[in-house]
């Protein structure tokens, strides 16, 4: 209880100086400061304000060491947000580490999840392979996104980064049919606990689409105001080459910009640049696809 109280008065000066720029002193090794200086500068340009923020946390476990705490919790948080005439939620889920000395919070920070890389060469499908192109159920594929944004669908794998899997499962509900079983480095699928990597890695995800002719596959397009919903965004947050995370579209600001759903750190109508992101980088690189089946 005493680290609850503690943990939930942090959280309350953080949402003062969100909403209010209201200052208090921020934590060694804290990474709330920066998350939310970037967002209130890509609301500022929007045009866009929080309404309401509303922040509940889960206390998953605790143990103590060499005269410190370590506090792993869980913040839901809800933003009401204003743009123009469009009011609309955007929420997110943190995975966080606090760490207490002598009763006083010293650090807390989000829990970084490193995708897994894969340097595999991809195989696609051939033509005898391919299903019959299908006309994209945007529309279930979103519907998808919205229910299991923050939970795990029980008919699929679950893993600790969980973006990529998350986005295929999205793609099926649109409609997309797999290719390429059994070989993992060939086509796209998943069948009971088997997989290829395009299923499950952001990296091999964005290969894929990038390449694929057959099947599900993306047209990359320049500028994110061009995506619709369904559509899909792949993030490199180093801008070194290797992508780390896929986000799904499911719906549009006042300016045509995309809103994202998202798995492992999951968040639902969140503004697609993702500056508030901990992993957030001056590199970062985008690629939009515009998405096929």
Known sequence: MFERNLLENLLYKRIQFFLNNTLYDFLPFDDFYDKIKRKADVLLKRKAKVL?????????????????TTVEYIVFF????????????????????AVL????????NCVEIEDVENDTVLDWAEEEDAPREKVYNRLEAVKYAEIYWNQYNPKYPRFENNCTNFISQCMIAGGASMNGYPKRNRGWWQVGKSYSYSWSTANAFYWYLKGAKYGLRGEEVEKPQDLLL???IC?????????????????????????????????RHRYWSYEDSSAYTPNIKYKFFRIKI
Request: aromatic fraction near 6%; charged fraction near 25%; include cysteine.
């Open 230 to 232: 369904g559509d899909v």
């Open 101 to 108: 000395v002598q009763g006083e919070i010293i650090s807390d």
């Open 52 to 68: 309401k923020c509303d922040a509940k946390l889960k206390i998953i476990r605790k143990f103590e060491t060499l005269g410190q």
């Open 78 to 97: 809800q933003n009401l947000i204003k743009q123009d005439s469009k009011v609309y939620m955007e929420e997110e889920q943190q995975h966080r580490v």
């Open 235 to 267: 993030i490199d947050f180093k801008g070194v080459g290797t992508f780390n995370h896929t986000l799904i579209v499911t719906d549009k600001d006042t300016n045509g910009m995309p809103l994202v759903n998202a798995n492992t750190y999951n968040s």
